[in-house]
């Protein structure tokens, strides 16, 4: 028999897959609640839970299964990401390629990665962070991935809101240097397998041609950051935002194409895909969740969409020493993994990079930090909005967002560094 204690209601075929993993981990008629897997806010490609398993004879408790407190029993913790079923979030956030992509990366990519390392390192220094897939599925309308929950692990989402500290960014690039490093390594010694890799990485989120729709969506963000510039001294920086957005589009487009010293990267790295774990009251590890939008690209699109959506501007003071600081970690790691760093991307093409593609960072501030820096309780429940297809209610709740202090504060900001940076 198996119970589930829970208000909100799985599809029965998620149900069933939650039962035989819980019985292959000797949980046998087991029992299950189920609950909400993120804040309003911090997902809208998908539907996510928290599932709390115990045994015929456990417990489910009453508070929340992520909780600080103590186990008197055995339990399994899984996280459960499900595709929507609405025709009109299918198609705004291509869920067949991005449930693909998420499944290719967990099921071929990272378990390929893994094995490489074990060449080099031991256990504990490998490349760990990220969930484990459990199962998945790509059946058409009934995709979905069960992954283990790592806040029962200790891990937590820092308040999407307020921007990281520097411990936090260190210790972000840091385990971003770890994971470029290995496609570094690995195309210098196998070269026809990450071809192979790589060639199923086709591009989801800026593929040519962009929608009219899509377009029409990134002037409008254009408008918005430029409304945050009003300051009298803003002359210049609002002609470089004019000047960027004028192509918007085929900036980004610029961006996520570059094969040339180029290594697969998260993607998607914004602050609600990042959970840290403390160790003496001090952040330790890191680890990054939603591996939907990850490309073959150069790996400065990870730092820039990181620094741009993720810090504030008295953060980005020592935004030169952190870059110079990822870059060294990254060489030291390629030569920890077998081969020369320094020639498989040297200092002076980093640097270009840098120069050519942080702008992508100031593309996605530009459409994502109206939502960052407000708290899940301060908008409406967006999702249901989506999928009531009443398109022009989410333009009018982004017309308040863009008009928060907090927002007209780190946008201004993001806009300011780009230009004094030289990036845009």
Known sequence: MVDVESKIELPEYVNEEIVKIAQSLDFPNPKFKVMKGSKNGDNFSGDVFRVLVVREDGVIPEDDASADRSIYQRE????????????????????????????YMYDVILPRYAEFEKQYLSKDETFHNYPHLMCGS??????????????????FNPHRSTGLNLHQCKLVLATMAKFHAISYAFKDQHPEQFSELTSKLIETMFAEPIPQEMQDFLQRKIAYGLSTLSDFHDKKNRNHLEQFGANFAQNMISCVHVKDFGAIIHGDSWISNLIFRFKNNVEEDVKLLDWQLSRHTTPVLDLSYFIFCCTDVNLRIHLPALLNEYHDILIRRIDKLGSSGRHLYPKNIFEEHCKKYMKYGVGMALMTLHSVTCKSTEIPNVVEIIESQDLAQIDAITEELVKRPAYIRRMSGVIRDAVRFGYI
């Open 138 to 155: 790509l059946q058409e309308s009934k995709e979905y991935l069960i992954l283990s929950d790592l806040k029962r692990e200790g891990y």
């Open 76 to 103: 399994l913790h899984l996280f459960v990401k499900l595709a929507p079923q609405s025709l009109l979030r299918r198609r705004l956030y291509k869920t067949v390629l991005c449930f693909e992509r998420e499944m």
